[in-house]
């Protein structure tokens, strides 16, 4: 069983950066691949936006937010993070973290349906 708590979102003008933060309670924390993944206003489902491995050996970003977000985890401290730089106003949304299995050598996934665990999301808003 893992929980998971988001933190750092917030209210930043275009072209500015935040940190996401994901707190994950557990003891098998290390044994998840962690991904991101965000709700759109007038989305109709939550996007993939990045994922790492357990070791942070395999890692995975949607073409709309590669070169300006990073995601990355300390296994030790038990969190996640994303690095959000070069914000745009359709960035906004809430961003979730998730925790699934780790598939191993195909890297992680970018399907919900392949997380089992959520946290309840933060709110990031873009102004133009």
């Known amino acids: 069983q893992v929980q998971l708590v988001e933190s750092g979102g917030g209210l930043v003008q275009a072209g500015g950066s935040l940190r996401l933060s994901c707190a994950a309670s557990g003891r098998t924390f290390s044994r998840y691949a962690m991904g991101w993944f965000r709700h759109a206003p007038g989305k109709e489902w939550r996007e993939f936006v990045a994922?790492?491995?357990?070791?942070?050996?395999?890692?995975v970003y949607a073409d709309s937010v590669k070169g300006r977000f990073t995601i990355s985890r300390d296994n030790a401290k038990n969190t996640v993070s994303l690095q959000v730089n070069s914000l745009k106003p359709e960035d906004t949304a809430v961003y979730y973290c998730?925790?699934?299995?780790?598939?191993?050598?195909?890297?992680?996934?970018?399907?919900?349906?392949?997380?089992?665990?959520w946290g309840q999301g933060t709110q990031v808003t873009v102004s133009s």
């Open positions: 994922a790492l491995s357990w070791n942070s050996g395999n890692t």
């Open positions: 998730a925790a699934g299995r780790d598939p191993g050598s195909s890297g992680p996934s970018h399907y919900t349906e392949d997380y089992d665990y």
